[in-house]
């Protein structure tokens, strides 16, 4: 397929750098792009041949990166609100039994849409019917790393069985620009041993990794050992799936200290999703803090617009904050600086990509965002406060352009490769063939 990187030259001058290189630097430079790769940070660059954007009054920022959504849930925002997550469950698994492709794309499209305009340029996705997914990934130009839902054969409302739908979907995407399909084993309450190991060797085979949730949940974790003599963490490691390749792990919310060691020892990776968790009433707060101090990689996921009700990477910085800072009573627990890390170059590293995403340095991918340093959400726009800004207060309208691999892909709040109205419409006509009848919610 087609790659989707301009051919000339972009280059943003004057514009307030905030690198998140290993010197996390902010400094007032030069943003050259040749082939969709950053080639000068700083002052001074080349404007040979290059179109120029005037980045004065402008924040450039890296590309968000959410390491954790259902994206194409996007017509379900309010449909199972107020519920704790056996509920919510309960109501979204009689949802997706009528979801067809079509409407699973209709919703990708406005989920992908809303990351876009906030500033997110990749994300990683779990789902069924993804190749509609990786269509809107294409059509709209955001990076997709998408996880092809699989669980127990005999618990799946999808046509065949899901491990081969998901060796059919990697072989139909693999290789493409924008998309990386990985496997996506569902969680331990719907996956038995052979569905596990089968999704690693997958995954190790196909050169890709891992995504699934864990112990989201005290009933979770509780029914599993129940069942098993072991916490889901530890039996994971037991039965060999952590031996393989790269795993990324959503939530990880109740975990022992023996499991935050281990999962840091064999490298898996964690989407933290504060909202979503706290919303479902999880309990708890997930022992990122702990996690990070083991050495383990961490990110920021939004999940999905059902339990969050939003797509928004900066208000996920904000919320992760505040929790973790009043629940450990200290204030100086991630401080600003590190959330934005979250959001970046760390959810870049739990993926695998930091060598390409993440920041603003030679030689990586050119994804960014403009930001307005007049918007009143960023005021005082002084170098020292940027990274403040971004993790407590910026808003997702502060947003003006962002740019994957140097092409826009939002101009102006506007999306350049999709009609906002036309996406809405379809949305909503979705939304009305999914939601219960008015008489029955």
Not at 244 to 271: D, K
Request: hydrophobic share 40%; with cysteine.
């Amino acid at each position: 397929m087609q790659a989707l990187e301009p051919e000339d030259p972009l280059l943003v001058t004057n514009g307030l750098l905030v690198t998140q290189d290993p010197q996390r630097r902010v400094l007032r430079g030069d943003l050259r792009i040749e082939h969709g790769r950053i080639t000068h940070v700083g002052p001074n660059a080349p404007r040979e041949g290059a179109a120029v954007i005037d980045g004065h009054g402008f924040a450039v920022v890296p590309g968000f990166v959410n390491v954790h959504a259902h994206v194409a849930m996007a017509p379900l925002r309010g449909v199972a609100d107020d519920r704790d997550l056996a509920g919510f469950l309960e109501t979204l698994f009689a949802v997706d039994a009528r979801r067809t492709e079509r409407d699973v794309e209709a919703g990708a499209r406005a989920g992908i849409a809303e990351m876009l305009l906030a500033g997110t340029t990749s994300f990683l996705d779990l789902y069924y019917f993804e190749d509609a997914v990786a269509r809107a990934v294409e059509s709209l130009g955001i990076r997709g790393y998408l996880g092809w839902a699989v669980l127990d054969p005999e618990l799946t409302t999808q046509k065949g069985a899901p491990l081969d739908n998901a060796r059919q979907f990697i072989g139909r995407w693999k290789g493409h620009e924008r998309v990386t399909p990985v496997v996506a084993p569902q969680g331990v309450y719907v996956c038995n041993r052979e569905t596990w190991l089968g999704a690693r060797e997958l995954a190790d085979r196909e050169g890709t990794f891992c995504h699934f949730h864990l112990s989201e949940t005290r009933r979770e974790v509780h029914e599993h050992e129940t069942k098993t003599g072991a916490r889901p963490a530890l039996w994971l490691d037991q039965i060999g799936f952590f031996q393989g390749g790269r795993s990324v792990a959503a939530h990880a919310v109740w975990l022992t200290g023996q499991e935050i060691t281990l999962l840091a020892q064999r490298n898996v990776g964690i989407a933290h999703c504060p909202s979503s968790n706290a919303k479902l009433a999880s309990g708890g707060v997930a022992p990122i803090v702990e996690l990070r101090a083991a050495g383990a990689s961490v990110g920021l996921g939004t999940d999905s617009v059902a339990s969050n009700n939003s797509l928004s990477m900066l208000r996920e910085m904000h919320t992760a904050g505040l929790f973790h800072k009043n629940q450990r009573w200290d204030a100086s627990l991630l401080r600003a600086q590190e959330l934005l890390d979250l959001a970046t170059i760390e959810a870049a590293r739990v993926i695998g990509r930091d060598g390409e995403l993440g920041s603003l340095e030679v030689g990586k991918r050119a994804d960014f965002s403009l930001v307005r340093l007049d918007h009143p959400t960023l005021v005082p726009a002084r170098p020292e406060a940027i990274v403040s800004h971004l993790a407590y207060s910026a808003s997702d309208e502060a947003i003006d352009s962002v740019y994957i691999a140097g092409e826009p892909v939002v101009r102006h709040r506007s999306l350049v490769r999709g009609d906002w109205n036309k996406i809405r419409r379809e949305a909503e006509a979705a939304a009305e063939a999914l939601w219960p009848p008015r008489d029955a919610a």
